[in-house]
């Protein structure tokens, strides 16, 4: 709209003012996104010294108290072992945690420097590199990792090496075409004209202009890596039980369904509101962080 | 009907926004004629093209919000239109032409089929028909070959070839009034003329009214017989073509026409005017041009003044108002 | 002809693709880490007896010449035998697919009808109640665990509320219709078996709207966003200033550009759908093969599982073949480039 003119001298405060307001409106769910992660993180860290009954972390019995429902002793009601669910729930978290980053950490790892090859040297190494990519997404990653697992056997160490070997194709795709639109860049360009080498560049003006699109990247993934890994576990592919694993205690809990449902309800809220919160928090960076590319 | 055409009053247009609310539109008073062809002049953000919008109820609301005033097409109050009756205004009552054929024309859809919707709009039915009349508007604004452009895509057209189909759609609906917002703007200087002449002579054959805006002088001159100097979301001038370029009363007039490059004095530089247009959501108070008048006097701080006058309407208090005429002031 | 030829291209780089995957499937199955002659051989099998097996079965050749076994075999669907079901794997392919297809299809064409309109309507009333709604959907939907979601809405509608069987793909009383396609809602459409429609019908309803939750969030956040933005465009200003009634406009001016990057999302949706399967076969007992490849992975059956990847795999690739196809149709703009 070519109608509202800003003088020169209120540019500056105008802009930083609309940021803020602007970052504000949108807070509301950022915010939430923010308190379950925090929530997430706090519950990993000092969980398993907080949680009422400790020892039913990993496989105590208590036959005489059978799956009980909810009460104020037992929370979230007890297992078929007898042990507090809300004990193991909050003591999975930890599991939770780790199994996010290391998915997501190697997937970067692997993501990352390919596609910045590929988006920086491109011609022959960035067609490769992108027709191999391709290949891993034309496979669902699930049915992909459920492959691998099913060649390295069951276990959770081996489904979180499944979900990392099908995870990094998504990086590959968001750095390459990054780093191929920088290239592009009239500074970029400047600079190379000037004498600047390659690792200068890539140094000063590609990798910090990944940041933002990566750490957006990195918390929505980290939720869906949490989800991805106990879907494994449900299908009895990732962690086993006894071990204090979200999607494993659903799998074992879908026996006792019908009439102690408590015994899944509270393992699959945890693992809901843990993916929404970093969704949420993966908008909101979006939001603050890169702005342009902000949808909806 | 004896009315004029097109009737602004006092119109005032505000859009509120989180930084405020900024004054868009200060209390327009424009009549148009029947059969006139009027140009408004002015620089970007002056209120220009949201005075066009106005007209068809195009700004969005909220944030745009009209606080006084009345529009009046043809005796009919634009303001007060429910659906159909707006619907009818759009296109059949007044044509409008924009000022990029680029985003203006819908990518995924043929030429052909573009024209089709606002035929459809305006009560068109029928296959044949329809095509008839698209190639009847196609070869109205001079396009080669408009059967095989009917088929084709907008990034397959040159822009000036874009803005002639965007002229087509304008004039589908038969519209009495042609509302030009920046039509040339876009083009490359070539077309801009080739495109003016296109104008001016669809205006002459088809009897319409026109109103042209554009921030360029030279345009305006081109083919318009009246001119509107808009200033800061206000009427400064508004005066017959050849006065204004003549004796230019306004001191903004004045300064607009001195910054046009003068081809037969190339060695003396336009002068510029100093200062830039104020923000619409803290404007300076009285007569909004008075940071950058060199005339300004006390009165000019305190009040915004009126446009008055016949024939010639200028709203300045240098020029002394019971003066009617060619009062001049001492430069 | 510019179209023949973008297929033909497509066509042969789903070819290179289909390369790609057959290594990666043929890559998967030699970093096992149990050896495969053992296990072909059985668990009672002497060590003779497994060398012979290795022979045969040509795993005591080179890797490449493997590989082009591997390939051979392929070429001809020879895709080995299931320990589980005891039959040839494509037969058991045949079998299982066409009733995850039939689930899978029923939740796209799910989340695309309502998902396009409620993102559509959230877009045109911005910020009303139902795009608030809209929004908490879009962010939560995406989060939901299907399995999970698919206990719960098992425990609600089928056990406390009673309204629609708990698993399954029809009662064991009801003959399923003569195959045409395998779906069996589309055959007793097919055949004009109203009753057994109607049952299965009520067996998909709970799995087909799991599955299709996420993807119905996706698409309405997708879709809400573009028409935000094409509401916005200045060819919207133009059409309306030219007189085209609004609903016109927002139906389907604005919403066909919307379409483009919702298109996008729609295959991507299909392939999380299609690997989802997996999880809510298992959950409603589904006898598709996602079912099948779980059964078959928990039994270190391994073949079936590289079976069942291979064909998801194709069908992925073929969708996005149709849906590249349909973007161009869409776009002009890409058809020239």
Redesign the interface.
Known sequence: ????????R?AAL?RR??FV??TFTASA?AMAGLALVAAFLLLAAFGPALVPYPDDARGAMHLAQRLLPPSGAHWFGTDEMGCDILTRVVVGTRTSLWVGLTITGIAAAIGVPLGVAAGYLGGRARATIM??T???L???????A?????????GILHGVVALSLVWWPGYVRLIEAKALTLRHEPYVEAARTMGAGHAWVLARHILPNCISPLVVKASMDM?LAI?AA??LG????GARPPAPEW?AM?AVA?GY??DW?WY??F??LF??LT??GF??LG?GLRDMLDPRSA?? | MSGPLLEITGFRLAFDGYEGRAQVLNGIDLRVEQGETVGIVGETGCGKSVLARSILRLNPTPPARVLTGGIRFAGQDVLAMDGPALMALRGAGIGMVFQDPQTYLNPVFTIGSQLADVLRAHGLRGRAAIRARSLELLEAVRLPEPAALLRRYPHELSGGMRQRVLIAQALAGSPRLLLADEPTTALDVTIQGQVLALVADLVARFGLTLVLISHDLGVIGAICRRVVVMYAGSIVEDAPAEELFAHPRHPYTRGLLAAVPDLERPTQMPAGIPGSIPSLRDPPGGCRFHPRCDLTMDICRREAPRLSGTGHRTACHALAPNQDGYAQVRP | MATLRTILRRLALLGVMLGGLVLITFTVSNVAPSDPAALAAGPDATRAMIETVRHEYGLDQSLPMQLARYVADLLRLRLGRSIQTGNQVADDLARFFPATMELVLLSMLFSVLAGVPMGLWAAVRRNSWFDHAMRALAVSGVALPAFWAALLLQLVFAVWLGWLPTSGQLSVATAPPDPITGMILLDALLRGQWAVFAEAARYAVLPAFVLALPSLAAIVRVNRAEMIEVLAADYVTAARAHGVAPRRVIGWLALRNAMLPTLAMIGLRFGWTLGSTVLVETVFDWPGIGLYAVNSAIASDFKPVMGVTLAVGVTFMLTNLLIDLAYGWLDPRTRSA
């Open positions: 709209m070519s109608a509202i003119a800003i003088p020169n209120h105008l003012l609309r307001v602007w769910s027709r191999i391709d290949v891993f034309a496979v669902p990653g699930l049915v992909l459920l492959a691998i697992v099913a060649a390295l056997g069951p939720g989800l106990a879907s449900f299908v009895g592919l999607g659903i879908r369904m019908p449902w899944s309800f393992p699959g693992i809901f993916v929404l969704n949420l908008d949808r909806g």
